[in-house]
């Protein structure tokens, strides 16, 4: 049985990736169906590589949608707690990246439906990452609906194709086509009317 509280441990930075036949999967040589075996049987060195490789991904996404660096952390913890849960129930049909997703997308709602507060910005934005989100920005998305600035989020600043930002909220490729249009549409609108250049 493997310690979920020691492998779930918050890392905002990669660690060095551990170069060995037990540990390197997907861009080495163990497949990804080897990797999600060695998960599935809780070995402690694909825990570990699972937890330095993911966390700062979810991190920059989870720091999108919660107003505080302690509320990203506790959530981040969450989030991998629960995919170290319902890891026996991944089949592997979809992406990784897709399932892990998909569980901090429920710890998002889950947060909010607890707080009932409506979302404040924070005081800083964490400005790492593929892009940069200005403070115009974060507040022109969080004008959105939910729907379209999840879909936004996971498609322009975590760098999702659109058939992975449909699976993650479950919707059909079309119907995330459109959400994305019409979420880009309302954003450019949005930033329009606050008088702010792109």
Avoid at 42 to 63: F, H, I, V
Avoid at 98 to 115: E, L, P, Q
Avoid at 171 to 177: C, I, L, M, N, Q
């Amino acid at each position: 049985m493997i310690n979920i509280r020691k492998k779930v441990a918050v890392n905002r930075r990669p660690a060095p990736i551990i170069e060995d036949e037990k540990t390197t999967h997907l861009a080495g040589r163990r497949s990804s169906d080897d990797f999600l075996h060695l998960l599935k049987n809780g070995d402690e060195a694909a825990w570990q590589q699972l937890t330095n490789e993911w966390s700062p991904r979810l991190y920059r996404y989870l720091r999108c949608n919660l107003p505080s660096t302690e509320d990203v952390e506790d959530v981040l913890s969450d989030t991998m707690i629960a995919t170290v849960q319902a890891i026996g129930n991944f089949d592997g049909n979809a992406a990784i990246s897709t399932f892990i997703y998909s569980i901090a997308k429920r710890k998002v709602a889950d947060f909010w439906r607890k707080r009932k507060e409506v979302f404040e910005l924070p005081e800083t934005i964490s400005t790492s990452g593929p892009t940069s989100m200005g403070i115009e920005l974060q507040e022109a998305l969080n004008e959105l609906p939910d729907t379209s600035r999840q879909a936004l989020i996971l498609r322009y600043y975590v760098g999702m194709g659109v058939d992975e930002v449909a699976e993650v909220l479950g919707k059909s490729y079309k119907a995330t086509e459109s959400l994305l249009s019409r979420g880009r549409s309302r954003l450019q609108a949005v930033l329009k009317d606050a008088d702010i250049k792109e």
